[in-house]
């Protein structure tokens, strides 16, 4: 539905062509079907959660400089990492993500919109420059029956160092409408120069599409579709199998009339046996499935690139500390990869905000830093890391602030400076401890 209402805007609203094929549309909607079930257990969900959690737990993200438009952003992107293990799962779950920037009230703000909602029009390079999204939906009920829905869409497209940004809006049909009340805020279009690229962050999944083109990423359960549906029959074997082997304690029906009868529900059955003495348990041995089920735990895991441990159980008897933390290199790859794809997202998220920022007049121009703080607990013992850091803080390599920074991960290396220099102030020196008081 979505496809062919994407293909009507295209063609009959903005009249343009896209790179987007329609095998794309479709695939990327089963992406987001499939990861947006809730009705049964959701694979694509579980390995998504996992691995956002290992590749955002403990990690930061700081903007450095000295001057108000680093204030202005680094308190736009602070409030965004909150949710960063959000967007990863969605990246993971989706095949990307993408972060589109705003501006509202003089602030700038986000919206996050799922892969199946863009239409890659025109590519140079590694850079998008052209793109339509699905923006924004909004269901409206006036009255008892059938809600109303609008949708917002926008185009970008850059040309000679200029971008234009176009809004449209639609019924749930493709149908062109006035301007709702609800966006009459929003400039339906407007042209900024000096811009090389699309004006929003793309978080892609890393899982390689085994296709030589990759405008779209793949969730993090693509191509094991097999194995999905033998682990959820052998879940269904499994339920059958506790369901016909229930225990029970069958008794001659003569046993459930009288004075302390036996109860007609729960643990008893009736059985016309014929002996009114008859009395016998019923509990069969139940058939183990561990094996099997750990087995296609183990598949899966080996066929989305990851470390045993997401599903399967892992033995670590015996095993020293070093050896599970090398048993996580798999999965480490996927993190690290999922990194890098971060960091270029955020990058031109930053990118496209301190545009917008500029167009709006929010704040004096100034140059910013991006830096990220990963956590690299997966592979790395933090009491060695932290031996190696004191050790280079003693030749002066690195710095206290990042020394301090390392056990106090929230804090940005600014954060870090002040408390040190705090700390120093209130500790008396020498001469105060021997009672030298200067004059």
């Known amino acids: 539905m979505l496809k062919n209402i994407f293909l009507w805007i295209l063609q009959n609203v903005f009249k343009i062509n896209t790179q987007t094929t329609q095998k794309e549309m479709e695939d990327n909607e089963k992406y987001a079907i499939e990861y947006e079930k809730i009705n049964s257990i959701n694979f694509n969900a579980i390995f998504s959660n996992k691995l956002a959690n290992y590749v955002i737990n403990d990690s930061n993200i700081n903007i450095t400089g000295e001057n108000a438009r680093v204030d202005l952003l680094d308190r736009m992107i602070q409030s965004l990492w909150k949710k960063a293990k959000k967007i990863t799962s969605m990246g993971f779950g989706y095949g990307g993500v993408i972060i589109v920037p705003y501006v509202k009230g003089g602030k700038i703000y986000y919206n996050l919109v799922s892969q199946n909602r863009l239409t890659i029009d025109l590519m140079e390079g590694e850079n998008i420059i052209g793109a339509t999204i699905l923006a924004d939906k909004k269901v409206i009920q006036k009255q008892i029956g059938n809600p109303k829905i609008y949708l917002r869409w926008t185009n970008y497209k850059v040309e000679n160092g200029n971008i234009t940004i176009t809004q449209k809006f639609s019924d749930d049909k493709g149908n062109k409408i006035p301007v709702p009340d609800f966006w009459k805020n929003i400039t339906e279009s407007m042209t900024i120069t000096g811009v090389d690229r699309v004006l929003f962050g793309y978080l892609k999944s890393p899982i390689n599409n085994r296709k030589t083109n990759d405008k779209y990423g793949v969730p993090i359960t693509y191509g094991c579709e097999d194995t999905i549906r033998e682990i959820k029959e052998t879940m269904k074997q499994l339920f059958r199998e506790y369901k016909l082997k ?64 997401i599903l399967s159980q892992v033995q670590t008897q015996n095993a020293t500390a070093t050896e599970i933390r090398r048993a996580m290199y798999d999965t480490f790859t996927i993190v690290d990869d999922m990194r890098s794809n971060m960091e270029k997202a955020m990058e031109d998220f930053l990118y496209s905000a301190n545009v917008l920022a500029n167009a709006y007049n929010l704040s004096p121009q100034g140059e910013y830093e991006l830096g990220f703080d990963w956590d690299y607990s997966l592979l790395e013992d933090s009491q060695e890391a932290f031996t190696q850091l004191m050790s280079a803080n003693s030749k002066g390599i690195i710095s206290d602030a990042e020394v301090r920074q390392f056990i106090k991960p929230d804090e940005t290396i600014e954060d870090s400076e002040k408390a040190i220099e705090e700390i120093r102030a209130s500790q008396p020196t020498v001469d105060q401890l021997l009672g030298n008081n200067e004059e």
């Open 246 to 309: 229930e225990a029970f304690v069958g008794a001659d029906s003569t046993m459930f009339d009288g004075k302390d009868a036996l109860p007609k529900n729960g643990l008893f059955k009736k059985i016309d046996s014929g002996d009114d003495t008859f009395f016998e348990v019923f509990d069969p041995q139940f058939r183990s499935f561990t094996d099997r089920i750990e087995e296609l735990y183990r598949r899966l895991e080996h066929e989305i690139g990851t470390s045993a441990g």
